[in-house]
């Protein structure tokens, strides 16, 4: 986000920060500012007046930890596998 904000000429003044989406929501809804948040959090809970736009020139990185040494489990191995195939199939990703 910041990053976002510098290369639209601006730094914006953060106020509070927290992970909890529901809250940051109230915050917005109070008038209180305005809040990034991931599509998966605005799915799960959405605000009545909320109004969300896609950040242009925005990307994810997704990452999945694993424990202990290669050779995975086969468990882990299907996860994983499943999880590059859904990266692989979102419109505009590599």
């Known amino acids: ?12 003044r953060i106020g509070y920060t927290s992970d909890d989406m529901v ?6 809804v109070a008038g209180l500012g305005v809040t990034t ?3 998966l959090a605005l799915r799960a809970h959405r605000a009545e007046g ?5 950040l242009p ?5 997704i990452y999945a ?3 202990g040494e290669p050779p995975d489990p086969p468990a882990t191995t299907a996860l994983l596998a499943a999880l ?3 990266a692989a199939s979102v419109p505009g990703r590599p």
């Open 23 to 28: 809250v940051l929501q109230a915050l917005v």
């Open 65 to 67: 930890a694993t424990y």
């Open 84 to 86: 590059a195939e859904a």
């Open 50 to 54: 909320i109004v969300a736009s896609e």
């Open 1 to 12: 986000m910041l990053s976002l904000c510098a290369a639209a000429g601006f730094e914006p």
């Open 57 to 61: 020139g925005s990307h994810q990185h």
């Open 37 to 39: 948040s991931p599509g």
